[in-house]
């Protein structure tokens, strides 16, 4: 796919300013399919590589970020003892953009509303470089993952069904 290169988005400005490298990339946006595993495909990218951003919510302790491979599905019993709480389950999609300012496909762990506990699945550091979302649907910044969980203050652990 080609360089992004439109107006930088809010990620991008945080990236810039935190001093993080990345790239970006851009795909064309399908309303019929949102998936991360089409992303992958238009970015040329192992859909091990790209992450998508799932915004959940605790029973005792509140909200929180999980970054997952695109292909991979989440264990709630996972991140809820990663996260140290009874339940976890996943916010109603109508409440993202309230939660998160960001709406569905393009929601990036960089630069939500709040800064909340981020968790980010153990394979990120596999690889060099990790695609998450740029903060708006047809955009990616590829960054590595490190750098990345290092400025979200994200915790790297084993959150998919296995």
């Not at 089409?38 to 970015?43: E, K, M, P, T």
């Not at 990790?130 to 990616?140: E, F, K, L, P």
């Given at each position: 796919m080609k360089e992004h290169k439109k107006e930088k988005t809010n990620v991008m400005r945080l990236l810039d300013a935190a001093g993080i490298p990345y790239r970006t990339m851009e795909y064309e946006v399908d309303e019929h399919d949102l998936s991360g595993i089409?992303?992958?495909?238009?970015?040329g990218q192992d859909p091990d590589t790209c992450f998508k951003t799932l915004v959940l919510k605790g029973e005792k302790n509140g909200y929180l970020v999980c970054c997952i491979p695109v292909a991979e599905e989440l264990d709630l019993k996972k991140v809820a003892r990663a996260v140290g709480d009874k339940k976890v389950e996943m916010i109603p999609m109508k409440d993202l953009l309230a939660v998160t300012g960001y709406i569905r496909g393009g929601c990036s762990p960089v630069g939500m509303k709040k800064r909340f506990p981020t968790y980010i699945d153990e394979t990120a550091v596999l690889f060099e470089e990790?695609?998450?979302?740029?903060?708006?649907?047809?955009?990616?910044v590829i960054l590595n993952p490190e750098k990345l969980g290092e400025y979200v203050g994200a915790e790297f652990c084993d959150l998919t069904l296995s």
């Open positions: 089409h992303v992958a495909r238009q970015l990790i695609a998450v979302s740029a903060g708006m649907r047809g955009a990616q």
